[in-house]
């Protein structure tokens, strides 16, 4: 419990812990601010090309490719971020101006997703311009994807958001509600009067997605060098990631639907990621249980 006379901004009932404020900017001078989201997005970017680098020496690969492929990559997935979620939001850009859509992060605005779907065709473009086989490339990228995504997802944090529904369980957070990203009028049958403040007290899905992501990152690198076949780490790091964000995306209450239907956006994209690596996945096995054709024998003469 913290101290009686102190309103955590954020709390861990069950756990014990609380934080008195999490501030959204590093700095601001007026309306212009410095997000610690945006920081821990470039820290993410940094620490998942430094993993990409490691291990691109290690596999005698050149290292150029990898900060093309970053160069390329950051474009590619902050367009596929921002459509995305554009796309799947349209009812709050209808009638806004292009720039504003395209630009305007602060009325909201990044899907996770996108991003990996704009860092695939990034992986594409460079697999064509260098004549690298893209299963290498990704193969060599799939931890520093989720990496980053481990990193990025602390921003939410410090955001307040990226949150599901009411849970007592041994992660359950409390959040102030006027702190919070947005509230439901769900959560808010559910609201907590303590400390002289009210919380609502939630799942902290994106706290469920790092350490699903750090494990399976942790898992895939020590797998990397036992591999089967090309394509193998990237096929199995759909896999897992869409099992995961399939089954977390359930209990978030921010979700994006897709188009004019209660099928949430995120769990159709993780389903058909599933499907997609399950069937790449068992085409590999098969091919490498085949055994190699026997060479033919030159007769003498």
């Known amino acids: 419990m913290p101290p009686y006379n102190v309103a955590p901004e954020i709390w861990f009932p069950n756990l014990g812990i ?9 700095f601001s001078i007026g309306d212009f601010g410095i997000y610690w989201y945006a920081l821990f997005i470039v820290l ?59 630009f305007d992060l602060r009325g909201g605005g990044l899907a996770i997703y996108g991003g990996i779907i704009g860092a695939v065709l990034a992986g594409l473009y460079i697999s064509w311009r260098k004549q690298i086989p893209f299963t290498t490339l990704a193969d060599t990228c799939a931890p520093s994807l989720l990496l980053g995504q481990v990193i ?83 096929y199995l790091y759909f896999l897992g990631y869409g099992i995961a964000r399939f089954f977390i995306e359930g209990l978030r209450t921010d979700q994006l639907f897709f188009f004019n239907t209660n099928l949430p956006a995120s769990q159709v994209v993780s389903v058909i990621f599933v499907i997609a690596a399950l069937t790449a996945l068992m085409m590999g096995y098969v091919k490498t249980r085949q055994p190699a054709p026997a060479k033919k024998r030159r007769k003498r003469r």
């Open 152 to 234: 990025g997802r602390l921003g939410n944090f410090f955001n307040a958001e990226a949150f599901g529904s009411f849970t007592d369980n041994l992660f359950a957070m409390r959040i102030r509600t006027d702190r919070a990203a947005y509230t439901t009028a769900e959560l808010m049958t559910t609201a907590v009067e303590t400390h002289g403040a009210t919380y609502i007290q939630v799942h902290p899905t994106f706290l469920y997605e790092m350490m699903f992501n750090f494990f399976w990152m942790l898992a895939l690198i020590l797998y990397r060098p036992h591999k089967k076949f090309e394509g193998e780490i990237i």
């Open 44 to 102: 993410g970017i940094i620490c998942a090309t430094l993993l990409a680098l490691w291990w691109a020496k290690k596999t005698g690969q050149s290292s150029q490719t990898y900060l093309d492929l970053l160069l390329v990559g950051v474009i590619f997935a902050f367009i596929g971020l921002r459509i995305y979620y554009v796309v799947f939001n349209w009812d709050l850009f209808r009638g806004r101006p292009w720039w504003q859509i395209a």
């Open 18 to 26: 609380y934080f008195e404020r999490i501030p959204r900017h590093i």
